[in-house]
């Protein structure tokens, strides 16, 4: 069934006291909607090689988590909201394998991933 902006069946937990302080001004606490428990590369700013991320789920965000969202991102790399906002939708948001811990109540994901 995947996640809805009310029920998030796969999630991160933060750990990266940094990271977790950045997501907890956006979504309230360490636990963030990821696509997959299946981490993908993805070549990132600052990084020689490709590094295994996790995806944001952005269709699981409520209009005013997506707006801080873009905020945020915003203020961090310094950059225009609508650029922010036109990057979300081409590229979206990784997380860093390393900075969390994935967990998931999607029976339909898991069986998939398994078969």
Known sequence: MGNTK????TRATVH???RRAFWEKIFGGDEVPVVSF???????????EPQQVYMLDLKALSDEQR????????DKFCMLEGEV?????????????????????DRALVM???L
Do not use: C, M, N
């Not at 070549?43 to 020689?48: A, F, T, V």
């Open 38 to 48: 299946i981490p993908q590369l993805a070549d990132l700013p600052g990084y020689d």
């Open 67 to 74: 707006f801080r969202l873009i905020q945020s991102l915003a």
């Open 85 to 105: 906002e036109s990057s979300l939708d081409e590229h979206g948001v990784p997380i860093l394998v390393t900075d969390v811990s994935v967990s998931s109540t």
């Open 16 to 18: 990266d006291p940094e």
């Open 112 to 114: 998939g991933a398994i």
């Open 6 to 9: 009310t029920d998030w069946k």
